[in-house]
């Protein structure tokens, strides 16, 4: 079953802005990755963290966690048209092994030039 | 490589067809799962072999067959299939066990099942 739900489910910036997009799940996990999509496409990975971390950074991503309220944001900064996408965030819980990621519902980003 | 390939791109099929779908990594990964996608929702899990052993059926109905000849193949066998198994099916791998590893996901196969 998906438990992952985020938020929002569209957003539309302008190249050089900043996009933030929330994830919010129900369970104890071990650990929250973020994932993006192009249209029609396979997933990418682009960043995990773990459930003792606090915030990651990775080029123009910042990922934070709060699993006392369960949620998740991933920041992309300085956006550029070739961030248009859809964005996942994917969980693997306590009681499952690493391979069962459930995933959001997705956000879907578009950039406009 | 850090590539999962995956043939056909695209496939048309009739409810009494057979088809296969296919997928190959050479990244050493011994962990591969099958997704399906539909439009505008998230990849669903259908199974997970590790070790070339399946080690998730995630209830899949059996017009679904999945096979791992060997640790870089993953084929997914298709008989008897509804107008509502069309969707985007993604194959992915990545390390086994419980570690967090992040999946490499192959382009995926549309289906359109007629």
């Known amino acids: 079953s998906q438990q992952g739900e985020e938020d929002p489910q569209a957003l539309s910036i302008q190249e050089g802005e900043n996009a933030t997009m929330n994830c919010s799940y129900k369970?104890?996990?071990?650990?929250l990755q973020w994932y993006r999509q192009n249209s029609g496409r396979g997933l990418v990975h682009l960043i995990l963290?773990?459930?003792?971390?606090r915030e990651k950074h990775s080029g123009r991503l910042r990922v934070t966690l709060d699993t006392s309220k369960k949620s998740s944001s991933l920041l992309i900064t300085a956006s550029r048209a070739a961030d248009t996408a859809s964005y996942f965030c994917?969980?693997?819980?306590?009681?499952?092994?690493?391979?069962?990621?459930?995933f959001g519902e997705g956000t879907q980003l578009t950039v406009n030039p | 490589d850090t590539e999962v390939t995956q043939t056909p791109k695209h496939l048309v099929m009739g409810m009494t067809n057979k088809k296969s779908l296919k997928c190959e990594q050479h990244?050493?990964?011994?962990?591969m799962y099958w997704y399906k996608q539909k439009a505008k929702k998230p990849p669903e899990l259908m199974f997970v072999?590790?070790?070339?052993?399946?080690?998730i059926n995630e209830s899949v109905p059996s017009r679904f067959s999945p096979e791992c000849p060997n640790s870089s193949l993953l084929n997914l066998h298709l008989h008897a299939l509804q107008p509502e198994d069309s969707a985007l099916y993604l194959c992915?791998?990545?390390?086994?066990?419980?570690?967090?590893?992040?999946?490499?996901f192959g382009p995926g196969t549309r289906l359109t099942v007629t």
């Open positions: 992915a791998s990545s390390h086994p066990g419980l570690a967090p590893y992040e999946q490499y």
């Open positions: 369970t104890s996990i071990n650990n």
């Open positions: 963290i773990r459930s003792n971390e």
């Open positions: 994917a969980t693997d819980g306590e009681e499952t092994s690493g391979s069962r990621l459930t």
């Open positions: 990244m050493g990964h011994r962990a």
């Open positions: 072999y590790s070790y070339e052993k399946l080690s």
